[in-house]
């Protein structure tokens, strides 16, 4: 992957090693104006950010996150969903609007990310409280209410997430960070991190997801491990994050209506691993950015 000078962003690598170099690096003073480090009292850290949804040049309608100077970050989310050549998504959906027609579809799928959503409030609440597990979960709380009365929250549903992430939850002995920004200040791209946790010694990032299908292992959590290698090599490149917040590995866990959940552990090799090819997604995604489609398959722009 050659990276280089575009009109568009400065394509410049945070690794140790060069373009295409297997280590996160540490941002250099000169690499942005330094915002200074959080001085991080032990409890949870949340930095929240300034969000959007535009549309980013020819990218269409992004999600953008904006810095304390107004500059305007595309989020690892965006960057991958419109980098993803895979049709696998898209075969999916219109199986299912077939079977189940696209208003209904619709409504599911909101419910759905609906669930995820309070479910994450829940985990938040359980890791930021005065003790660590401190919580007791109302699955009927008011502040997991929706407005639109199509979205009432599933208590039931609500439960069995709870009752299948709880476990893991439980081996949890230190949150240094929960729902928190982080800006990559020379790729410029920005995400928010579901957790920063330790878990069986290792402090890890930590990504929860909910599935109705079982998953086994890495290899079943699609772009997961790409997010997470963003969020890593954004990490050490944030200069508002001390050392001690900089984890050593991640974990993606994901859970079930029914079940326990799975937690998926992935190493730092791995993650180093998994960043190379989120550089060539990235790479995919400034070529759409600048050409408004992804570069054909087999070009030197490409990631195949």
């Not at 690096?25 to 991080?40: G, I, Y």
């Not at 619709?106 to 401190?134: C, F, M, P, W």
Request: hydrophobic share 35%.
């Amino acid at each position: 992957l050659n990276l280089s000078l575009n009109r568009n962003a400065r394509w410049v690598s945070s690794l140790g090693r060069g373009a295409t170099g297997h280590r996160f690096a540490s941002t250099k003073a000169s690499d942005m104006a330094a915002a200074a480090a959080v001085e991080w009292d032990g409890r949870p850290l949340s930095l929240r950010p300034k969000m959007d949804f535009s549309r980013l040049k020819k990218a269409g309608s992004t999600r953008v996150y904006i810095d304390e100077e107004g500059a305007r970050f595309p989020s690892v989310t965006s960057i991958l969903s419109k980098s993803n050549r895979s049709d696998s998504l898209l075969r999916w959906k219109e199986s299912q609007i077939a079977l189940l027609g696209e208003q209904e579809f619709k409504k599911q799928q909101s419910k759905t990310l609906s669930d995820g959503t309070r479910v994450h409030a829940l985990i938040e609440s359980y890791l930021t409280a005065e003790n660590l597990g401190d919580f007791t979960p109302n699955f009927t709380s008011s502040t997991l209410a929706a407005q639109n009365a199509e979205n009432e929250p599933d208590s039931n549903r609500l439960q069995q997430l709870w009752d299948s992430v709880y476990p893991v939850l439980k081996d949890i002995t230190r949150a240094a960070a929960v729902e928190t920004s982080v800006f990559h200040p020379r790729l410029k791209y920005a995400g928010t991190i579901d957790a920063i946790c330790e878990y069986k010694g290792q402090l890890r990032i930590t990504d929860w997801k909910t599935s109705k299908k079982r998953k086994y292992g890495i290899e079943d959590t699609f772009d997961n491990p790409l997010q997470l290698a963003a969020y890593m090599g954004a990490l050490y490149t944030d200069s508002r994050y001390p050392e001690e917040l900089r984890p050593t590995s991640g974990m993606i866990v994901v859970m079930y209506d029914h079940g326990p959940a799975t937690p998926i552990l992935v190493s730092k090799s791995e993650l180093e691993e998994y960043w190379n090819d989120w550089l060539k997604r990235y790479t995919d995604f400034q070529y759409l950015m600048d050409h408004g489609n992804l570069p054909p398959l087999g070009s030197v722009y490409a990631s195949n």
